[in-house]
């Protein structure tokens, strides 16, 4: 169209982008997000050393915080705090309470501090593992039927891995003495579940885990150790107990949001 000489251009018209969606945006909200976890971090270890029992586990949730982030590159810098803190935190509490009958490092507290590690440890590995997955399952150039053989590939692995694995620690957990908390080790089979696509199997999964963690406290061993705390080894698995609900809430949120979800999960 001309006017007087000039040329009047129209561009199309665009659709706003929401705010969430600027691309500019995203490196600043990681970095938020990975100093929320820091601070987190730091927050659990604080309460672990201030109130009695092991309250470690509770790492999960800054962990997956740090994977959100995109800052689980390099373990050590995400992972690493958070096993030094487990030990570290046990180490401060055997100083301030060295007067407490069987306050003394090498006891089963560490085993259970061990626990924790290794499975913050496996746990951050196997979140590295899932997002490649997650990426490579997302390349709009892979095709469909790779895709789906894949995802077929991936939930049968995830079989095969959860249901031994969470049958093996809960046997343990169930022959074990009360004080010795061998539930810290279900965070790993229950990630493992989420391969299967399926978040209704994620949720039935976290309730039997749930259940055998009660049925192993109170029909196993009881305690080798006079618990000195009003509800201390029930505390202790209340921790464990939310750590597994912040994980699964998190995986239940990364399965809805997947666009290569199985059809046949019966979700």
Known sequence: MHSGGYQTITSPARTPQEWHELGYLRPARRTYLSA??????????ILDISISGN??????????????????????RSVGPMIAFTYLDLLIKTFIHV???GAWFFDLRLLNRTFVA????????SLLVWSRWREDQSDRELP???RKQEQEVGATFAMLCCA???????????????NINCSILY???LFICAWTGSRRLLWSVLG???VLMVAALYLGPPSTVEVTTRFGLERSRLVVAAGLIALTLFLNYTLSRSRQAPDATGD
């Open 99 to 101: 007067q407490q009958p």
């Open 36 to 45: 929320a976890a820091s601070i987190l971090t730091v927050a659990i270890a």
């Open 187 to 189: 965070p790993i089979p």
């Open 164 to 178: 031994p694995l969470f049958t093996l620690i809960a046997v343990f957990d169930l022959l074990s003495p009360a």
């Open 208 to 210: 039997l885990l749930l």
């Open 144 to 146: 469909e039927y790779f």
């Open 118 to 125: 290794v499975m913050i440890f496996v746990l951050g590995k």
């Open 55 to 76: 309250h470690s586990p509770l790492f999960v949730i800054p962990l997956l915080m740090f994977y959100w982030a995109g800052a689980l590159l390099p373990l050590w």
